[in-house]
């Protein structure tokens, strides 16, 4: 299984990314997806997730609002889209896959399969 995300890079702060992560060897329309992010010295934060079921979104308070998680079904990709990013939302961002209940959606601990990170800095 490769979940290879992308789309990470340095913008300025009121601007837009959209992160992309294609898994291959996975369905993922089978598997709850999410977005994670990590800075350096602290734990990994949800930002959002899919659930394989329904397709229902769910946002981190941070992200409500200003970001949108998507499934291409026929590509197999999971986007997130960022507006409005700020200098704290500065991080390596990494797509997961699992099978988690609803209430456990948003523990890192839960998800099976992890991809390597893409990095997003937000300059003021």
């Known amino acids: 299984v490769q979940l290879q995300a992308s789309g990470g890079g340095l913008v300025q702060a009121g601007t837009s990314l959209r992160l992309s992560c294609a898994a291959s060897e996975l369905t993922i329309s089978s598997y709850t997806m999410a977005w994670f992010r990590q800075v350096p010295g602290k734990e990994r934060e949800f930002v959002a997730g899919?659930?394989?079921?329904?397709?229902?979104?769910f946002y981190a308070d941070s992200a409500k609002g200003r970001c949108t998680i998507s499934r291409d079904i026929a590509k197999n990709t999971v986007n997130l889209q960022m507006n409005d990013l700020k200098p704290e939302d500065t991080a390596v961002y990494f797509c997961?896959?699992?099978?988690?209940?609803?209430?456990?959606?948003?523990?890192?601990?839960?998800?099976?399969?992890w991809g390597q990170g893409t990095a997003v800095t937000v300059s003021s």
């Open positions: 997961a896959a699992g099978r988690p209940a609803l209430s456990a959606i948003t523990y890192s601990a839960i998800y099976h399969y």
């Open positions: 899919v659930t394989w079921s329904g397709g229902r979104t």
